[in-house]
């Protein structure tokens, strides 16, 4: 079983994606609902729903809801919709647009005695 998957350039997808604890790398085009333990939208893809994972990286488009820990947003990249994330990182030359949340960090678990 693989801990990722893969969309390729040459692909079109559709629908709702569960890919927990996983890594995701989308190369070509996602349109819906995405679940992943970490995202990587590279250069020339392009994402557009609602995606909630721990990571997210972008190099390419993205449009809809993000909800995660640490989003990272490269040089000539654009973001636009909802931003809900802990960390944020905007490199010079980015395009995000829209509304930006600062998560709050997790509260630490209590051990029972």
């Given at each position: 079983m693989s801990?990722?998957?893969?969309?390729?350039?040459?692909?079109?997808?559709?629908g709702i994606l569960k890919a927990k604890g996983q890594l995701v790398v989308i190369?070509?085009?996602?349109?819906?609902e995405l679940e992943a333990g970490?995202?990587?939208i590279e250069e020339g893809g392009h994402c557009q729903g609602f995606l909630r994972a721990k990571t997210v990286t972008v190099a390419?488009?993205?449009?809809?809801?993000?909800?995660s820990q640490s989003l990272?947003?490269?040089?000539?990249?654009?973001v636009a919709g909802e931003i809900i994330t802990q960390a944020l990182i905007?490199?010079?030359?980015?395009?995000?647009?829209?509304?930006?949340?600062?998560?709050?960090a997790s509260a630490p678990e209590k051990q029972a005695n």
């Open positions: 801990d990722s998957t893969y969309i390729d350039s040459s692909l079109r997808l559709r190369a070509g085009t996602f349109e819906g970490d995202v990587v390419g488009k993205f449009t809809g809801i993000i909800d990272t947003v490269s040089d000539g990249a654009l905007v490199d010079s030359g980015a395009d995000i647009s829209g509304t930006v949340m600062r998560k709050p």
